[in-house]
């Protein structure tokens, strides 16, 4: 056995029928720690670059449309889970990426859909290898937005504007 991490995304269609609770109960039993949560709204660029290894596939450009919310709402819950075998763990509740070829145990196969269209709506994604996890898991968060270090890290001075909430004159 080893630990491992693996990212996790409530996708649009599973924020639209408000599955969240749902989808984190069912992660919850796999006994994971929960290291990095937020909410994304998914740009094209970032769309494009986790689903690159499929951008010669006809689906493609769907698949970019419905991840940015195009088809339910324009937000992704973007989770990291962390601990022994965390990627089995995760795929085995979340189910096959189909949903019809999901088992009806899984989250998958208690709420995703195939659309008339032909679009599949399978509520979640889940990164398929350790490989994948780190690379996604690197595109969604920066090291600072995880309760606990996962990967080596490193310091470096960059000039940079940031933004503040706006004091309200008086």
């Known amino acids: 056995m080893s630990v491992q991490q693996t990212l996790v995304l409530i996708k649009p269609d599973g924020i639209a029928k408000s599955l969240t609770g749902n989808i984190l109960t069912e992660l919850s039993d796999t006994g994971l720690i929960l290291v990095g ?10 769309a494009e670059e986790h689903y ?8 493609f450009d769907e698949l970019i449309r419905y ?4 088809f339910h709402v324009k937000r992704v819950l973007a989770l990291i889970y962390h601990g022994e075998n965390a990627i089995a763990k995760v795929r085995d509740v979340v189910g096959a990426t189909n949903p019809e070829q ?22 979640v994604h889940a990164s398929e290898s350790e490989k994948e996890a780190e690379r996604e898991i690197k595109l969604w968060f920066r090291p600072g937005e995880l309760i606990q270090t996962i990967y080596p890290v490193e310091s470096r001075q ?13």
Request: aromatic share 8%; proline share 2%; no cysteine.
């Open 67 to 70: 991840i940015m919310g195009e």
């Open 37 to 46: 949560a937020k909410i994304v709204q998914v740009t094209r660029e970032l």
């Open 102 to 123: 999901a088992h009806p145990s899984t989250i998958r196969g208690k709420f995703g859909r195939i659309t008339t269209k032909g679009v599949f709506e399978n509520v």
């Open 158 to 170: 960059v000039a940079k504007t940031e933004i503040f909430w706006k004091q309200e004159k008086k």
């Open 52 to 59: 690159q290894h499929l951008s010669e596939e006809k689906f």
